[in-house]
């Protein structure tokens, strides 16, 4: 793989079928989907020809979804989201704006609450060098988990 090209990717199957219920509800989805995946592909170049930026792009698909409901009548459709970014890694932080949902593709979480269209988000991030109040926060981490109950 070529320096600074990351890929991440997930798959995630879901069969859940209610047996031992009520009559009417026995076969019925539990309002998740079958179908979840996930990629993400980001590239940040080397120092000799971009030195610090990056980009990205990956998405979501989530197949149909039936919420509870006794006969499955009805469905919210499968959905597939596509996002970017663009990004400029310094030493001691990053620059970056993310286009989120870039086909303004309509969709809805789980619980079934409909979700933003697409938008543009900035950010700064401060990288922390050798953090002290890491390392102490480690220790008293460890000394409270090493108490006897």
């Not at 989805?29 to 930026?53: D, E, R, T, Y």
């Not at 009548?73 to 499968?78: D, E, G, K, V």
């Amino acid at each position: 793989m070529p320096p600074g090209l990351k890929i991440i990717a997930g798959y995630g199957y879901n069969k859940f079928i209610y047996t031992k219920v009520n009559k009417g509800v026995e076969g019925t989805s539990n309002g998740l989907p079958a179908h979840m995946a996930n990629l993400w592909v980001s590239h940040k170049f080397p120092q000799q020809i971009l030195n610090g930026f990056g980009i990205g792009i990956g998405g979501n698909y989530v197949s149909d979804t039936y919420p509870e409901n006794e006969s499955n009548l009805l469905t919210i459709p499968a959905y597939a989201r596509l996002d970017a970014t663009f990004f400029y890694d310094y030493p001691k932080f990053r620059i970056g704006v993310k286009i989120n949902n870039i086909t303004n593709a309509q969709y809805w979480r789980i619980n079934n609450d409909p979700q933003s269209p697409g938008n543009i988000a900035g950010s700064i991030s401060y990288k922390f060098q050798d953090p002290v109040w890491l390392l102490l926060f480690r220790r008293i981490g460890a000394s409270l988990y090493s108490q006897p109950l």
